[in-house]
């Protein structure tokens, strides 16, 4: 299926190693990241894991949840948790979703149905697998990324990223380029200036079309 924006998330159960999780329960009201890898023990998602296991603190201060998934067993999974410690200083407090059937990254649109093999897998097979999702509380689809396998992504930007969703939420607002928390927003068409001024305060007009106001406390 081809996932777009503002889609419903689609639900699944499957086993992690924090036990069996259903993805739907899980976001629990929140925000949520699903980032998936296209195998355990590979270099490039351990830092990605790492990067992932240092910034949980300031997802959950967002009342955000993490969950990976790889297309490894729960028990593959455990053994590279201890990799992913080794190499960035900083132990994983959230889960590792397995699939190994792809049942997930088929129902995600993560890489076509044939491309995986049976048996003797590589993680070139699955190439395709290095998505990341961002989830509301609604569990709609608020951001998707998708990374080649060479790069490895920037969990800053992912940050970044849920702070301008959550900046914007329900509110006649968004934030321009390289957009940081505390730095002015941009005023939604659907407002007239002195709609605005009434809603935001001062408005600067930096034309017609582009007009920023201090961003509302949080």
């Given at each position: 299926m081809s996932l777009?924006?503002?889609?419903?998330?689609?639900?699944f159960t499957a086993d992690s190693t924090d036990g069996t999780l259903n993805w739907?329960?899980?976001?629990?009201?929140?925000?949520?990241?699903?980032?998936?890898?296209?195998?355990?023990?590979t270099p490039v998602c351990t830092t990605e894991f790492s990067?992932?296991?240092r910034l949980a603190g300031e997802f959950a201060k967002r009342n955000t949840r993490l969950a990976g998934i790889s297309i490894d067993g729960v028990e593959e999974h455990r053994q590279w948790m201890a990799d992913v410690e080794k190499y960035g200083g900083t132990a994983?407090?959230?889960?590792?979703?397995?699939?190994?059937?792809?049942?997930v990254a088929k129902l995600y649109d993560m890489l076509p149905a044939d491309a995986y093999l049976p048996d003797g897998r590589t993680a070139n097979?699955?190439?395709?697998v290095r998505t990341t999702f961002i989830i509301g509380p609604d569990r709609k689809i608020r951001l998707m990324l998708i990374y080649p396998m060479s790069v490895g992504r920037n969990f800053d930007?992912?940050?970044r990223a849920l702070d301008a969703i959550r900046a914007t939420d329900n509110q006649p607002l968004a934030t321009p380029a390289d957009w940081r928390p505390g730095e002015d927003?941009?005023?939604a068409l659907s407002l007239s200036t002195?709609?605005?001024?009434?809603k935001f305060g001062k408005i600067e007009v930096v034309l017609p079309y582009l007009r920023k106001t201090s961003a509302p406390a949080a």
């Open positions: 777009r924006i503002n889609d419903i998330a689609p639900d739907h329960d899980y976001i629990d009201g929140g925000y949520a990241v699903l980032f998936s890898h296209p195998k355990d023990f990067a992932a296991a994983m407090g959230f889960p590792i979703i397995a699939d190994p059937d792809l049942k097979d699955t190439a395709t930007e992912i940050l927003m941009i005023v002195e709609e605005a001024e009434k």
